[in-house]
């Protein structure tokens, strides 16, 4: 008896992506099954980067196959393909950027510059072409991170400019073109100019992901941001304290008002786990970013410990998920990342370069 397309859908039916928690044919990842006598060819697309579980999946649904009677050798060629993603209306996407995550929070100090570089750097290494923008005009800090201070970008044309690149992550920030100890005493208008220029004058190239490290609050640098950027979703950082969780909430109503989803939020700063003797210790109290989720049915990504080497990382240029990839931490940032990228590979296509323009004119 023959082998048909059903009998293999049926099998790959069974099997789960552990990263999104639906079948593969559900989620609609298979694709091209070829039968060639008993042996079987298949191709499994996910819509995020997974370079670390690609060969686990593929193990996974080759097993699945594997396990139809009659059937020979199983092939499958899993990978990615990264989408542009619909963002609020009447809002164009940037040239040469798919998707942009805004990583935000309500106040200063709770660890979002850290969080945002260690997620774009997790993205890098599951496999997508991701920049950062360092929208924090008055306190710069990526240009420290990404061991790039000092570094200054380069115009070919006169006109954009070309990102710096760490790690193989694209960046920009006004720290590249400011001293370290320039203040920056500028008024509301003039920081979302900077912004303005730096978002579109940047020549990114061919990114699946803009990273863009907001800054703290929710004035009118945000409010600008979030009305005239092309934003697929926000992540929220906070620390479990009450105090930062009371501005984190500010921040996540503000993105609901402009209608940006939120993807998530992430705890920082949760737990010290002592270095001498091992003692943990919820030295900003326990599961408030949990709560907060639970609150206003948002997902809560993960949590990070409170841990000097994260910080010592990042000062000195290099972040936890390079610094320490193997580590547990980079494990947890990484973790993130995907959920982060799922969450936007569910979201609606951008269909606005699909139509076309509508021109009224006197005839």
């Known amino acids: 008896m023959s082998l048909t397309e059903q009998q293999i859908k049926t099998a790959l039916a069974a099997a789960v992506d552990p990263n999104t928690g639906k079948d593969f044919v559900a989620g609609k990842a298979v694709k091209n099954i070829r039968i060639d006598g008993a042996d079987v060819f298949f191709d499994i697309e996910l819509g995020y980067p997974a370079k670390t579980q690609i060969e686990t999946v593929r193990q996974q649904v080759q097993a699945a196959v594997s396990g139809v009677p009659g059937v020979g050798k199983v092939v499958a060629n899993v990978y990615s393909k990264i989408i542009a993603h619909s963002v609020q209306v009447g809002v164009k996407l940037l040239p040469g950027v798919k998707n942009i995550i805004a990583v935000a929070s309500g106040k200063g100090g709770v660890g979002k510059s850290t969080t945002a570089v260690n997620l774009a750097l997790a993205l890098v290494q599951e496999g997508a072409r991701v920049g950062i923008l360092d929208a924090d005009i008055y306190g710069p800090s990526q240009p420290q991170m990404l061991g790039l201070a000092g570094e200054q ?116 700063m949760s737990i010290h786990i002592c270095s001498n003797c091992g003692h943990a210790e919820h030295i900003f109290g326990e599961g ?27 000062d000195g240029g290099k972040p936890t998920v390079v610094g320490a990839p193997d580590s547990r931490t980079a494990e947890i940032y990484r973790g993130i990342a995907r959920r982060v990228a799922v969450k936007i590979a569910e979201k609606a296509k951008d269909m606005t370069s699909k139509f076309p323009n509508i021109v009224v004119q006197n005839t």
């Open 153 to 268: 970008p380069e115009s070919k044309d006169g006109q954009s400019m070309e990102p710096l690149e760490a790690y193989g992550l694209q960046a920009m920030s006004i720290g590249f073109m400011v001293d370290v100890e320039t203040p920056m005493v500028w008024r509301g208008p003039m920081v979302a100019q900077a912004l303005d220029q730096m978002l579109g004058q940047t020549n990114w190239h061919d990114l699946d992901y803009l990273i863009v490290d907001m800054p703290p609050g929710t004035g009118d640098v945000q409010l600008s941001m979030a009305q005239k950027v092309p934003v697929t979703g926000a992540v929220i950082v906070t620390t479990p304290q009450d105090i930062a969780l009371i501005d984190a909430r500010k921040g996540l109503k503000m993105f609901e008002k402009v209608n940006i989803p939120i993807l998530g939020i992430v705890e920082n």
């Open 288 to 314: 408030g970013g949990q709560r907060m989720g639970d609150d206003y049915d948002v997902e809560f990504l993960g949590s990070l410990p409170l841990e000097m080497a994260i910080r010592q990382m990042a």
